[in-house]
T-cell receptor
């Protein structure tokens, strides 16, 4: 069974631009979560989706948004990029929810904002 | 939110055992996890323990859970240089839809 895939793996953008990251969960998994990883803050939860509905959102500004499609694939969007948005963005999937089932992570998208 | 605490750094010699400790906050967590992250890579699920268990063994890995003290530990037997990485402890959060991670323990294995 293929793992969680994320595209692109690396991205360089400039301040003020917007970016869209994509995540394909493990086949059969319906819960998709997004995390931001930075050296200073560590791993921080962004949001979680199940059946195209956002069930939980972390403490991030409205510039960070996401969505999930009917095939469980998910995208996250960051608008008006700031230097501080430079991070590794990790997607994770689980069958029903992180509480009930183990969660598997993708390799991440490394975003650099110049 | 509340923090999951881990020591930041551990150095061991190849062949020795490594013990990485973690204290968590949410007594209602269903699962507690250990993830491994190698440089430039995502998170790899190493093992997990269900909250009604005290211990779980999986080859070289032993997880111990003390619910009373909210303490979780990961023991790696016969540690190898390939085990050098950052190890994250995580708990499933109150809402059930997120994991709370510690800051990670950087394990260095020297020959």
């Amino acid at each position: 069974k293929a793992g969680v895939t994320q595209t692109p793996r690396y991205l360089i953008k400039t301040r003020g631009q917007q970016v869209t990251l994509s995540c394909s969960p493990i086949s059969g998994h319906r819960s998709v979560s997004w995390y931001q990883q930075t050296p200073g803050q560590g791993l921080q939860f962004l949001f979680e989706y199940f059946s195209e509905t956002q069930r939980n959102k972390g403490n991030f500004p409205g510039r960070f948004s996401g969505r999930q499609f009917s095939n469980s694939r998910s995208e996250m969007n960051v608008s008006t990029l700031e230097l501080g948005d430079s991070a590794l963005y990790l997607c994770a999937s689980s069958f029903r929810s992180p509480q009930l089932d183990t969660q598997y992570f993708g390799p991440g998208t490394r975003l650099t904002v110049l | 939110g509340e923090d999951v605490e881990q020591s930041l750094f551990l150095s061991v010699r190849e062949g020795d055992s490594s013990v990485i400790n973690c204290t968590y906050t949410d007594s209602s967590s269903t699962y507690l996890y250990w993830y491994k992250q190698e440089p430039g890579a995502g998170l790899q699920l190493l093992t997990y323990i269900f909250s009604n268990m005290d211990m779980k063994q999986d080859q070289r890995l032993t997880v111990l859970l003390n619910k009373k003290d909210k303490h979780l530990s990961l023991r790696i037997a016969d540690t190898q240089t390939g085990d050098s990485a950052i190890y994250f402890c995580a708990e499933s959060a109150n809402s059930g839809y997120a994991l709370n991670f510690g800051k990670g323990t950087s394990l260095l294995v020297t020959p």
